[in-house]
């Protein structure tokens, strides 16, 4: 059975099961890409592309990373690499 959930409600459902966060759409990747951004400022970012990795026309990507940096994220854990803090 698949369940859809709307990106705002997802710190609803997440406080159910004692996690302090959202889930946030994140489209540089792809449509129906997201990040999990809990309070802490850890933002698990799955395969969008690291800040400094992306091009200058990559307007999408850019606003991803507004976005992130506006909910407070500060320690950055993408899919296949370790962690890094930004700025």
């Known amino acids: 059975m698949s369940r859809f959930l709307k990106t705002e409600d997802?710190?609803?459902?997440?406080?159910?099961?004692?996690?302090?966060?959202?889930?946030?759409?994140v489209n540089g990747h792809g449509e129906q890409s997201v990040a999990l951004l809990l309070d802490s400022g850890d933002a698990f970012i799955g395969d969008l592309a690291p800040e400094h990795m992306i091009g200058e026309d990559d307007k999408l990507s850019k606003a991803d990373w507004q976005v992130l940096?506006?909910?407070?994220?500060?320690?950055?854990?993408?899919a296949?690499?370790?962690?890094?803090?930004?700025?």
């Not at 296949?80 to 700025?87: D, F, K, M, P, S």
Request: no cysteine; glycine share 12%.
């Open 10 to 25: 997802s710190r609803e459902l997440l406080k159910t099961i004692g996690i302090e966060g959202e889930v946030i759409q």
């Open 69 to 78: 940096r506006s909910k407070g994220a500060k320690f950055i854990k993408p």
């Open 80 to 87: 296949h690499a370790g962690e890094y803090a930004i700025e």
